[in-house]
């Protein structure tokens, strides 16, 4: 069969050329005569796989210095535990903008280890938007301010990065991974999990400044905590090695396309055709406001359960799969990653005209 354009939330699309270079490799990488997934994590081969995936990382988020880059499991639903445990150390106080789900879920698992306000929420809308906050917003003794940068399930995105002051500010960036530059000296640290932008499941990626480590908590479980897999190159224990070795692919494409300025051109491009017909439409609507618009998780709505129902079977019959909408949201929604290509969403917005015009 032909490869279809995946429309996934995640685990989602790789680049076609990275999927064609790891099958090239697969019985035998670089000579060694084994596969990266049969490899000890202790060889030569591995040592320079997940050490050219870090200096990638580096050298296409612009690093700094006093930052560690760590390579970690357990998704990134398991850095919702590790956070406070690690990062909740002074007053004991963290302060939460929440936008959607998954900043309720880090919210909900940090709520057991101390004191955690939420400054600001969008819930009222079921989170149709981003609320804007000030400095003065957060309580000047907390130990951080977290928030996740783009909300997967509702479509909104962060198009500003708060303002906290001294307050070390914390970003789940899962879905916005290596979509667009980010200034990463504003963060005291950023994670998100690999399965959106960046590799297969398994992997995710915490990069942390230095002085936010070594002062987690007595009881934090040995694998939650961020120094020991800082000190340890990653290899405290088995790393997801094949996940990192994809990840190392991934992080290559992306640097041969130009890195993140392109990847942005890239990714706005496929946005707007997108949003410029659902706007046109009679039939399709966004559900999010167009400011706090993402660039990579598109919800849109007809607004009759058997007429979406219809929308969503015709189009995986065309071609064009996973467009059902989050269950909270219902509808449909278009995962746009850096892995799908222009032409995946010309053809979807060329296949919504036709259904439009079929079902008008
Ligand atoms: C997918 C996602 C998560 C959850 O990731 P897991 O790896 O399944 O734990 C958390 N935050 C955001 C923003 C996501 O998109």
Same mark, same amino acid.
């Given at each position: 069969?032909?490869?279809?354009?995946?429309?996934?939330?995640?685990?989602?699309?790789?680049?076609?050329?990275?999927?064609?270079?790891?099958?090239?490799?697969?019985?035998?990488?670089?000579? !060694?005569?084994?596969?990266?997934?049969?490899?000890?994590?202790?060889?030569?081969?591995?040592?320079?796989? /997940?050490?050219?995936?870090?200096?990638?990382?580096?050298?296409?988020?612009?690093?700094?210095?006093?930052?560690?880059?760590?390579?970690?499991?357990?998704?990134?639903?398991t850095q919702f535990a590790a956070i406070p445990l690690n990062f909740m150390n002074?007053?004991?106080?963290?302060?939460? /903008?929440?936008?959607?789900?998954?900043?309720?879920?880090?919210?909900?698992e940090a709520?057991r280890y101390g004191?955690?306000?939420?400054?600001?929420? %969008?819930?009222?809308?079921?989170?149709?938007?981003?609320?804007?906050?000030?400095?003065?917003?957060?309580?000047?003794?907390?130990?951080? #301010?977290? *928030? +996740?940068?783009? $909300? !997967?399930?509702?479509?909104?995105?962060?198009? *500003?990065?708060?303002?906290?002051?001294?307050?070390?500010?914390?970003?789940?960036? %899962?879905? +916005?991974?290596?979509?667009?530059?980010?200034?990463?000296?504003?963060?005291?640290?950023?994670?998100?999990?690999?399965?959106? $932008?960046?590799?297969?499941?398994?992997?995710?990626?915490? =990069?942390?400044?230095?002085?936010?480590?070594?002062k987690a908590r007595d009881i934090t479980p040995t694998m939650l905590n961020y120094q020991?897999?800082?000190?340890?190159?990653?290899?405290?224990?088995?790393?997801? +090695?094949?996940?990192?070795?994809?990840?190392?692919? #991934?992080?290559?494409?992306?640097?041969?396309?130009?890195?993140?300025?392109?990847?942005?051109?890239?990714?706005?491009?496929?946005?707007?055709?997108?949003?410029? *017909?659902?706007?046109?439409?009679?039939?399709?609507?966004?559900?999010?406001?167009?400011?706090?618009?993402?660039?990579?998780? #598109?919800?849109?709505?007809?607004?009759?359960?058997?007429?979406?129902?219809?929308?969503?079977?015709?189009?995986?019959?065309?071609?064009?799969?996973?467009?059902?909408?989050?269950?909270?949201?219902?509808?449909?929604?278009?995962? =746009?990653? $850096?892995?799908?290509?222009?032409?995946?969403?010309?053809?979807?917005?060329?296949?919504?005209?036709?259904?439009?015009?079929?079902?008008?």
């Open positions: 069969m032909a490869r279809v354009y995946n429309f996934s939330a995640g685990p989602s699309m790789l680049p076609e050329s990275v999927l064609n270079k790891a099958a090239a490799e697969m019985l035998d990488y670089n000579g !060694t005569g084994t596969s990266v997934m049969e490899m000890s994590h202790r060889s030569k081969a591995f040592q320079g796989i /997940i050490e050219g995936a870090e200096a990638l990382v580096r050298e296409i988020y612009n690093v700094p210095d006093n930052y560690k880059v760590m390579f970690v499991q357990g998704g990134a639903s002074g007053s004991g106080k963290a302060d939460f /903008i929440i936008t959607g789900r998954w900043a309720n879920m880090a919210l909900k709520k004191d955690c306000k939420v400054v600001a929420s %969008s819930e009222d809308t079921t989170f149709t938007y981003i609320p804007k906050t000030k400095r003065e917003d957060f309580r000047p003794d907390a130990d951080y #301010v977290y *928030y +996740c940068m783009n $909300n !997967t399930i509702y479509g909104t995105t962060f198009k *500003y990065i708060p303002d906290t002051g001294d307050i070390p500010l914390i970003a789940d960036v %899962s879905s +916005c991974f290596f979509s667009e530059p980010l200034d990463i000296s504003k963060f005291a640290v950023v994670y998100g999990g690999a399965q959106k $932008n960046v590799a297969p499941a398994g992997l995710v990626i915490v =990069i942390a400044r230095e002085d936010m480590l070594g020991v897999h800082a000190d340890n190159g990653s290899m405290y224990n088995t790393p997801p +090695c094949y996940t990192i070795y994809m990840c190392k692919l #991934v992080l290559e494409w992306i640097k041969s396309i130009g890195g993140l300025e392109a990847m942005k051109e890239r990714n706005e491009k496929k946005a707007k055709i997108l949003y410029d *017909y659902l706007d046109s439409s009679k039939l399709f609507k966004g559900t999010v406001v167009k400011e706090d618009r993402s660039l990579m998780n #598109v919800p849109f709505v007809i607004g009759d359960k058997d007429m979406e129902a219809k929308f969503i079977a015709e189009a995986a019959a065309a071609g064009f799969i996973n467009l059902k909408g989050h269950k909270t949201v219902g509808g449909m929604r278009a995962s =746009i990653y $850096n892995a799908m290509p222009v032409e995946g969403v010309e053809k979807l917005v060329e296949f919504m005209k036709k259904f439009e015009e079929a079902n008008a």
